[in-house]
């Protein structure tokens, strides 16, 4: 998988916290974490975007 912020290698890293345990992709260049929910977010935000008309200037 390669990172959509630098092109860099991403790796599945284990992420925990007191009481939630979780994995998510790392990229091994620039850091950038990218997990499920994040995902999901971007996706529904770009077609939001994209449904917007785009206003003539």
């Known amino acids: ?3 959509p912020k630098c ?4 790796m599945l890293e284990r992420f925990s916290d007191y009481f939630i ?3 998510a992709w ?9 997990d ?5 977010n971007r ?5 939001v975007r994209e449904s917007q008309p785009v206003a003539a200037g």
């Open 21 to 23: 345990v979780f994995y």
């Open 36 to 40: 499920r929910t994040i995902a999901t």
């Open 43 to 47: 996706r529904k935000s770009l077609a």
């Open 7 to 10: 092109n860099g290698t991403m």
């Open 1 to 3: 998988m390669d990172c």
């Open 26 to 34: 790392k990229c091994i260049n620039c850091g950038a974490i990218i």
